[in-house]
């Protein structure tokens, strides 16, 4: 215990200030907590090897899990599935052309530069470009005064519809690697059942979770002080989480579920009466243990590796595969008017399921190797940094030069 709580301070310290540094200069928390994991992960190429142990502590992995687990609870609150089914066929052709393109990209670029590697493996490389990062353009649109513009809705609504997507590509290869690793043979049924289980599930979870929080949630908004409230929406995460699990899903796709369906709505009442609703309960867990992810995550880098100029080389290619796939994007644009660049770079960012995505990739093997290991990883991790960094100015640049909002 002594050496967790000692981890824990160095993680929430330094992570903090990471990211406090990086949005005093209006950029992603999340990029500052990345370096001050990747400073506290590398310690041991000055000759201190006292932190090595924190990268592979159970508890501090629990920790980091749950936080991914409300990250991804959050990310559902902020999303709206009215929002997703109004946006119109703009934002689903968008959504898929920017889940298809990168992955197609990001498989062979890993082929060409790992060509031992077992194909799934390349795919799932591959699953780690498919997301966009709602977050980080939904703040750059709302600094702009952009979000209600025709790019704004078509990009916010793909977004979340590449989460969507996002998460049943990736229930699907981690599904085929477990049967390949498992020795079972490969056949389309196998990709018919798990694309039918992922959506079933979330099917299933939408419509009952929605008319569950219809009736729970709406009572318990207008009749229940604020710890019993926040107990039972993290009881419903944690329910939703495990029946995903169950299913052979990955849990934060029942976490993403959770927060999706309990209504924003049955909030309004406790706001009238200037109490807290379920995302500003929800803050102060995420502060404290979405950080503790991130840092992992960046313990998890490797900078020897980047003195092998073919990992520098990869991390080139997935970055411009990850660029250039969002870039197809904007062939699925339908809307008269809207600005086709600009829909193409806010879809650049892959910011934190980029990054989740990796992780779970890091723990998957296949013939008893790491679907992602340490080199590739390391590249991942460059790709998520750089696609999140140059998003803002591009996406800033782009859009004062466009027509105002109307």
Request: include cysteine.
């Amino acid at each position: 215990m002594p050496g967790v709580l000692l981890g824990l301070v160095l993680i929430l310290t330094l992570g903090r200030l990471g990211g406090a540094l990086f949005e005093k200069l209006r950029l992603p928390a999340v990029l500052g907590e990345l370096l001050a994991g990747i400073a506290l992960g590398n310690l041991g190429l000055l000759g201190f090897h006292g932190l090595d142990a924190l990268r592979t502590d159970p508890t501090i992995a629990v920790l980091a899990q749950l936080g991914v687990l409300f990250l991804l609870f959050q990310v559902g609150l902020e999303s709206d599935a009215g929002r997703m089914a109004q946006v119109g066929a703009s934002a689903v052709v968008v959504a898929v052309l920017g889940v298809v393109a990168p992955m197609v990209l990001g498989f062979w670029a890993t082929r060409a530069f790992f060509p031992d590697h077992a194909p799934l493996a390349s795919w799932f490389v591959g699953a780690t470009l498919c997301a966009t990062s709602v977050g980080i353009t939904a703040r750059v649109l709302g600094d702009l005064g952009r979000t209600n513009s025709a790019e704004g809705r078509i990009i916010l609504g793909a977004a979340v519809i590449d989460d969507v997507l996002g998460l049943v590509v990736l229930a699907i290869v981690q599904g085929l690697i477990a049967a390949e690793d498992r020795g079972v043979a490969f056949h389309a049924t196998t990709v018919l059942a798990i694309v039918g289980k992922a959506l079933v599930f979330l099917m299933a979870a939408v419509i009952a979770g929605r008319w569950l929080s219809a009736r729970v949630f709406a009572v318990a908004a207008r009749r229940v002080d604020d710890g019993v409230l926040l107990t039972m929406a993290l009881a419903f995460c944690f329910l939703l989480a495990w029946l995903a699990g169950v299913v052979g899903l990955a849990p934060i796709v029942g976490a993403f579920a959770a927060g999706l369906v309990v209504e924003d709505v049955h909030f309004h009442e406790r706001r009238e009466r200037q109490q807290h609703g379920i995302e500003e309960l929800m803050r102060p867990l995420t502060t404290f243990l979405v950080p503790v992810f991130f840092v992992l995550m960046g313990m998890g880098v490797d900078l020897r590796v980047f003195a092998r100029g073919d990992i520098l080389g990869f991390a080139g290619v997935l970055t411009a595969a990850a660029i250039l796939g969002k870039q197809a994007c904007s062939l699925g644009v339908l809307t008269p008017g809207a600005d086709r660049l600009a829909i193409g770079l806010g879809m650049i960012p892959r910011g934190e399921v980029g990054l989740i995505f990796a992780g779970i990739g890091a723990t998957l093997t296949l013939g008893g190797a790491r679907v992602i290991d340490g080199a590739i990883y390391s590249a991942v991790v460059v790709m998520v940094a750089l696609t999140t960094l140059l998003t803002p100015p591009l996406l800033v640049w782009r859009m004062r030069g466009g027509r105002r909002e109307a």
